[in-house]
């Protein structure tokens, strides 16, 4: 996908140290320079280093996107560092609750929609200007929990799935201004924060790492779970002109778990 991306510049919240960073390099490898945010501005200096070293830009900006003042910013940072925005990559995830939702408190919930949903709509409002100026691109980062009704993630599925009809209602509001608002929607990811999870749960039940994943996965048409790798290559088609003519769209990666 090298210069799928060439001389864009591209905004990513949410970069700690699974996806959001797997997208900084992918895209810094696709030719964008980029302005990455999350709240640990040490995660954000590594990666920016990593960014460095691919020949791209990176602008780290501390920010906490429930915070309004915090977003006016980013965006003001941003413009000033690039002069321009081309890609919004809305990334910033919150660990569920995973209690039933008889157990989960309301302020949680009320944390994890201003999180996930207004958190990227406070995103998209504050870089719609520079958006329009570039016909540019929104994708948000999903999840497969829209498509299930598993017990205890009721609080993660509430958020996300309003985050969903979200982008879908922004795709039709923003489509006039040229601007695409598109969904990715992975199921686990296979990278180091799942490995850890798994070896949590290898260990609470006297299985390995191995049989665990062999478990996750057989549900799954491929056998296996997606990588962080193929979940970017997603939101990286998402982010060219390659999806132009797409916007209010989900696609799924997950191996062929679910059918949407």
């Known amino acids: ?16 140290p699974a996806l959001g960073s797997t997208l900084a390099r992918r895209c810094a490898g696709a030719g964008a320079d ?3 945010a ?7 200096e590594q990666v920016a280093e990593e960014v460095a070293g691919l020949g791209r830009r990176a602008v780290c900006v501390g920010t906490d996107i429930t915070d309004g003042e ?8 941003s413009l000033q560092a690039y002069g321009r925005v081309d890609v919004l ?3 910033a995830f919150r660990v ?6 008889a157990a989960t408190s309301f302020e949680h919930i009320r944390e994890a929609i201003e999180l996930t949903v207004l958190g990227a709509l406070r995103l998209t409002q504050g870089f719609t200007p520079a958006l329009t100026d570039t016909d540019g691109s929104v994708v948000n980062v999903n999840s497969m929990v829209i498509r299930h009704s598993q017990a205890k993630y009721g609080a993660y599925k509430m958020a996300k799935s309003a985050l969903l009809a979200m982008s879908q209602s922004l795709a039709t509001e923003l489509g006039e201004a040229g601007i695409r608002v598109n969904s990715v929607v992975p199921g686990y990811i296979w990278g180091d924060t799942l490995k850890g999870y798994f070896a949590h749960q290898a260990g609470k039940y006297n299985m390995t790492v191995e049989q665990i994943y062999d478990a996750t996965a057989a549900a799954s048409d491929l056998k296996r779970l997606p990588t962080e790798d193929e979940v970017a290559s997603a939101v990286l088609f998402f982010a060219s002109e390659l999806s132009s003519g797409i916007t209010g769209q989900t696609l799924d990666v997950n191996c062929g778990e679910y059918k949407a």
């Open 38 to 44: 999350a709240r640990t501005v040490g995660r954000l």
């Open 89 to 91: 990559i809305n990334n």
């Open 70 to 77: 915090q977003v006016d910013n980013l965006v003001a940072r």
């Open 34 to 36: 980029l302005v990455l």
């Open 1 to 16: 996908m090298s210069g799928l991306l060439e001389d864009k510049v591209v905004v990513i919240s949410g970069v700690g």
């Open 96 to 101: 569920p609750s995973m209690k039933p939702l």
